[in-house]
């Protein structure tokens, strides 16, 4: 039985995780950790019988100590107990699902346990993969993507060598505003932004969707994990979300892969890598789809790509900020305090207020984080 670990279990990717485990009826489910939703958590409690749960908030983990104390489980909160969730000891993968820059030190913590990871927190990868592919490769262990374009690409790779890539096609669906101009986008409300066209998935990521910013965010995320440069990795819109990703290989040889939207696919190819399981669920039909359109993505009306792109290119602490600049402002703009467009307004204004740091320590990620915060409280 394989033993897994999951961070963020009460999210989007927590909970498909669980529905994954549930269905193959193989995994033991070691730990899991949230944020702050104790209900949900503790109904995962009682289903997987992890040995140690963990809560953020520590109000919440004392008071889902008391409501499981008739079950033999550790409840631990913090970022401390977040580091003991992510290196329990019997677990072999961690599923990193929970959003945002937290993410880095757990992810960090158990790889040097030596744990794989399955990687759908795209947000340490992007603010310190300088860090984490170097420790990948020292302590032995591997990262599986969890994000669909990402499986979809390392799905191309299989028995392929890496050198061999000539370029990475990364596919967008352009979100619910794909066609819209920066006039027409100024009066989105948090209610627009939230309906994404082909996923069902948590907050943050589906404005991050709407803006852009997560295809973004990806084109760095495959700079790491595929050790390509930014220049090599194109973004294809695809609005229907059916081809997943692609690699241009140097011999002009193109691998897709394709399906219907559902992330339990790239979880579980994750999960099980190298192994294919059967995965209920709807199936490709060529003849109802009829044809597969692309465009060029708008990198005007959408300035958060060409953002993520000299982010990128420039390296150091700059992806930091483009990521932090992100969160903070998506945070206010579902807390109604911002306009839609000041999104990636902040994200500029505190990218090109920065100055930059080669190759910056966790701590001085963590730095350059909190000054994008001090900037954007300072102006916003
Ligand atoms: P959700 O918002 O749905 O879930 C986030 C999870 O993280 C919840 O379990 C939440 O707990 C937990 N969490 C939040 N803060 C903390 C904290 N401080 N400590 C511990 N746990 C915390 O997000 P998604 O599942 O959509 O996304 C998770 C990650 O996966 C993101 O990095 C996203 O970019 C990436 N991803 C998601 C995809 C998707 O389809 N959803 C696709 C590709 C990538 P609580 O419920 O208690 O708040
Ligand atoms: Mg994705």
């Given amino acids: 039985m394989k033993k897994i670990a999951i961070l963020g279990s009460t999210g989007s990717i927590g ?10 009826g193989d995994i033991v489910v070691t730990a899991l950790a949230a944020g702050s939703n104790i209900k949900l958590l503790e109904e995962q409690t009682r ?3 992890p040995k140690l749960v963990c809560v953020w908030e520590e109000e919440k983990a004392r008071e ?5 104390k008739d079950l033999p489980v550790r409840v631990v909160f913090g970022m401390e107990g977040l580091i003991e969730a992510a290196t329990e000891p019997s677990a072999e993968i961690v599923v990193t699902a ?6 880095i030190r757990p992810t960090i913590a158990a790889m040097e346990a030596g744990k794989d990871i399955a990687l759908a ?3 340490t990868l992007v603010t310190a993969g300088h860090i984490i592919m170097p420790l990948a490769k020292k302590r032995g262990v591997n990262i599986f993507p969890v994000d669909s374009e990402h499986s979809a690409i390392f799905q191309c790779l299989n028995g392929e060598n890496k050198k061999t890539i000539h370029k990475v096609l990364l596919t967008a669906s352009g979100g619910p505003f794909r066609g819209k101009t920066r006039e027409e986008l100024k009066a989105v409300q948090v209610e627009d932004a939230l309906k994404h066209p082909n996923w069902s998935m948590g907050r943050k990521i589906t404005i991050d969707s709407s803006t852009m910013v997560n295809k973004g965010l990806e084109v760095m995320e495959a700079k790491w994990l595929f050790d390509v440069d930014m220049d090599q990795v194109e973004v294809v819109v695809q609005p229907k979300s059916i081809i997943h990703s692609m690699v241009e290989f140097k011999d002009g040889a193109v691998m897709a892969q394709l399906g219907t939207p559902d992330m339990k696919l790239p979880i579980q190819y994750a999960l099980y890598y190298p192994e294919r399981r059967f995965l209920p669920g709807e199936r490709l039909d060529f003849w109802s789809l009829k044809e597969i359109a692309f465009e060029k993505p708008d990198m005007v009306n959408f300035p958060g790509l ?7 290119k420039r390296g150091g602490t700059l992806p930091t900020v483009f990521n932090a600049a992100n969160e903070r402002a998506v945070e206010k703009f579902l807390s109604r ?19 930059v740091k080669e190759n910056p320590s ?5 730095e350059a984080e909190n000054a994008a915060y001090e900037y954007i409280e300072s102006r916003w």
């Avoid at 966790?362 to 963590?366: M, R």
């Fill in 15 to 24: 909970t498909q995780t669980l529905e994954v485990v549930e269905t193959q």
């Fill in 47 to 49: 289903k997987f019988l």
């Fill in 64 to 68: 889902l100590a008391v409501s499981i």
């Fill in 98 to 103: 929970v959003v945002g820059m937290i993410g």
């Fill in 121 to 123: 927190n795209k947000e």
């Fill in 306 to 312: 060409s953002l993520a792109y000299q982010a990128g």
């Fill in 337 to 355: 305090e911002i306009s839609y467009l000041s999104i990636t307004d902040i994200i500029e204004g505190a990218m090109s207020g920065h100055t």
């Fill in 362 to 366: 966790v701590e001085e990620i963590l």
